[in-house]
């Protein structure tokens, strides 16, 4: 499917009879260079630069339900290049520069907007913890900007600055970060990805791999045996149920994480703001709802929905930062699922079955990675070499000592 | 979620926090040969499963103990709950 000025004139004239789906529907074929697991955000992404960077086009992005209907729908839209740790922030920052070029690239609107980020600090360690994040961020390309409590006044001066237990002294402030529209990223990526041949195929479950001599062959589906030479699993939040039935356990650990949305408001808050010492973060859409978030609930769940105590302490959060709050109707809250690793940072990496690869652990993060994730993952497939900005991502650095540990929590994946 | 707690009855989930699998009950025998490797996998490698999950609760706002909990991770419903000193000793530790 494709756009233009004209046709949206000629539809809106015509009863916008004549649209047709923005991507084909195909049945599988008997097999494929690359089997992608997985139609989210970076599966698609995936599929996408396979196609776009390294030419491969023989391509099949599978999903057992709905493209777009996993976690690339249930986020609360943030990116941002604000990690402190060189494992990190190499990669952060190149899907931050992918997204500013991204509407352009794939010819679609993602509403990309890139309003700020503000991290608020409430002490003097907070203050040194945010100065030394801000100089990693800057040396590796990215933008920090430290605000003492009066530059935060003048842009928020609704907060409550002089909250007992975390008073405002001031934030990190990281401009190019923002948010994007997020199912139009999954669509734009679909797009452009059918658009160059690869199959898009929905409601295909993988039920299992078959795997003879420590090779992949393909997987079992639920429409039949899909051959590949590469399979490339890309399922965060179900990451152990797939793989598990490649005979594979994981450093990870399934947890739900909810987010909601206040009825629509006037203009209010034109940035993203983060209050992690009260477990609550905000922004609001273009819709004019708050969207809104916190912690997580803290034990394992595959159910993509929470429990009251949290949506308590994400109000609570929410009514000490802006009390102004106190009256807005929260309209829907949800859940998703996280693949949460055992250093709080992802895998993008081959497996020890050949042909068999593996992205997944995103933790919370998922989302703002998407460009990137899709950059390098289908790096790693066309050249079987990592990318040099993901190459600390592998499934074997808690063997070798080499954890990028950004919180230092230890292998307590719920505190990540 | 309600927790029913094998010697104070029905407690919030609340009181309570969360260490993970119960299989961190069974720490690795630092002699064994392949100590590091078993460590490893005690350390960092999850069944994580979509079903039936054994998990270490510890009542922290409440009589301090541990327990043992069986939960559903796909419904939350709560199945059994044992005292993890009894699980512990069933094992064959803490002799």
């Known amino acids: ?416 | 979620m309600i927790i029913n707690h094998p010697i104070l009855g029905p407690r919030d989930s609340q009181e309570f926090t969360y260490l993970g699998d119960a299989s961190l009950i069974d720490r690795p025998d630092w002699q064994a040969e392949d100590a590091a490797d078993q460590f490893h996998d005690y350390l960092y490698l999850r069944d994580n499963p979509a079903g039936e999950h054994r998990e270490l609760w510890f009542h922290e706002q409440g009589d301090r103990s541990w327990l043992v909990v069986t939960r559903n991770t796909v419904t939350h419903e709560i199945l059994t709950v044992e005292l993890a000193r009894d699980v512990a000793r069933a094992r064959g530790r803490s002799k």
């Open chain 1, 1 to 416: 499917m494709r756009y233009s000025g004209l046709k949206v004139i000629k539809e809106a004239l015509t009863g916008h009879k004549g649209w047709r789906p923005t991507w084909r529907d195909p049945e599988p074929k008997n097999s494929y260079d690359v089997v992608i697991i997985g139609g989210g955000g970076h599966g698609l992404a995936t599929a996408y630069y396979l196609a776009k960077n390294h030419g491969l086009t023989n391509v099949a992005v599978i999903e057992k339900g709905w493209i777009g209907g996993g976690n690339v729908g249930r986020n609360t839209t943030i990116i941002r290049s604000n990690y402190l740790l060189d494992g990190n922030e190499p990669f952060y920052e190149l899907s931050l520069k992918l997204w500013e070029g991204l509407e352009q690239d794939f010819n679609y609107n993602a509403m990309v907007s890139q309003r700020g980020i503000l991290n608020l600090v409430h002490t003097d360690a907070q203050r040194d913890a945010a100065r030394r994040r801000g100089n990693a961020m800057i040396l590796n390309g990215s933008d920090a900007e430290l605000l003492d409590v009066e530059g935060v006044r003048a842009m928020y001066p609704f907060l409550n600055f002089s909250n007992a237990r975390f008073p405002i002294k001031g934030g990190l402030l990281h401009r190019r970060g923002g948010t994007v529209r997020h199912d139009a990223v999954a669509w734009g990526y679909a797009r452009g990805a059918d658009l160059r041949g690869v199959d898009i195929i929905q409601n295909c479950e993988v039920t299992g791999f078959r795997i003879e001599n420590g090779k992949c062959l393909g997987v079992e589906t639920s429409k039949g045996f899909i051959g590949a030479n590469k399979v490339a699993s890309c399922v965060a939040g179900s990451s152990s149920r797939v793989m598990e039935k490649a005979g594979m356990r994981l450093p990870i650990e399934s947890h739900v994480l909810q987010a909601f949305v206040s009825e629509g408001l006037k203009p209010v808050l034109d940035g993203v703001v983060t209050f992690g010492a009260g477990h609550f973060y905000v922004s609001q859409s273009d819709k004019g709802g708050l969207v809104f978030g916190g912690d997580l609930d803290m034990y394992n769940s595959y159910a993509q929905r929470g429990n009251l105590p949290v949506v308590e302490d994400v109000m609570e959060g929410g009514m000490a930062l802006m009390p102004m709050l106190g009256r807005v109707r929260m309209l829907r809250s949800w859940g998703g699922i996280m693949d949460m690793s055992m250093d709080g940072s992802p895998f993008i990496d081959k497996t020890h079955i050949d042909g068999l690869y593996f992205n997944g652990g995103w933790c919370y993060g998922g989302f703002k990675a998407t460009p990137a994730s899709g950059w390098c993952y289908a790096h790693l497939l066309a050249t079987d070499t990592p990318h040099k900005v993901a190459a600390a991502y592998r499934l074997d650095r808690f063997r070798r000592g080499c954890m990028i540990d950004e919180k230092g929590q230890g292998a307590q994946p719920n505190l990540h």
